[in-house]
């Protein structure tokens, strides 16, 4: 089953724009990851944020955690056609053995 | 490039018949996951080896099977394809065992076609 659920599902902008995506999920979690994926090839990790952090940064990309909400926001600045691909957020839940678990995604279009 | 290679790249079965995909882990890695991705969707976790056992599985039946090699390299295979198993079929390796801190590196893919 899907832990997180992307929002939205679909995005499109130009470049040089700034790109917001978010994911919201179900239970308590030790730790947030958002991948990239182009064209349905393998996915690339993008950035790892634990559940006592609110904010992280790695480049031009930014994510922030609210786990009172159960939520997270991946912002990419000034994107670029090649940002275009699709982004997954995943998360390891709480309890237990665990295992990653994705959500939908995200498919980000740059337009040049 | 994530070092951690799949093979064949696309594979095209007729219902009913068996196949096996083969992973082969990032150096150093002793954890292998594999998902299945069906178009439009994200990866659904099918199961996980740690140093060649089962170490977890997902929602998925037991003509879903795998093994991992003492190489650390892995296998998935499936009986009885059913159309619905058409899919990508994406092999993660990591480097501890569902402590929670992961991060995978995934292969490119194995792309399913069922007829």
């Known amino acids: 089953s899907q832990q997180g659920e992307e929002d939205p599902q679909a995005l499109s902008i130009q470049e040089g724009e700034n790109a917001t995506m978010n994911c919201s999920y179900k239970t308590s979690i030790n730790n947030l990851q958002w991948y990239r994926q182009n064209s349905g090839r393998g996915l690339v990790h993008l950035i790892l944020i634990r559940s006592n952090e609110r904010e992280k940064h790695s480049g031009r990309l930014r994510v922030t955690l609210d786990t009172s909400k159960k939520s997270s926001s991946l912002l990419i600045t000034a994107s670029r056609a090649a940002d275009t691909a699709s982004y997954f957020c995943a998360t390891y839940a709480n309890s237990g053995y665990s295992t990653l678990t994705f959500g939908k995604g995200t498919m980000l279009l740059v337009s040049p | 490039e994530t070092g951690v290679t799949q093979s064949p790249t696309h594979l095209i079965k007729t219902r009913g018949q068996q196949v096996t995909l083969r992973c082969s882990s990032q150096?150093?890695?002793?954890?292998v996951s594999w998902y299945q991705q069906a178009l439009g969707q994200g990866p659904q976790f099918i199961f996980q080896?740690?140093?060649?056992?089962?170490?977890g599985r997902g929602n998925f039946p037991p003509r879903f099977s795998g093994l991992q090699f003492p190489n650390y390299s892995s296998e998935l295979n499936v009986n009885a394809l059913e159309l619905d198993d058409s899919a990508l079929y994406l092999c993660?390796?990591?480097?501890?065992?569902?402590?929670?801190?992961?991060?995978?590196?995934f292969g490119s893919g194995t792309q399913l076609s069922v007829l």
């Open positions: 993660a390796s990591s480097e501890a065992q569902g402590i929670g801190n992961e991060k995978l590196f």
């Open positions: 150096s150093g890695h002793n954890t």
């Open positions: 080896y740690y140093r060649e056992e089962e170490n």
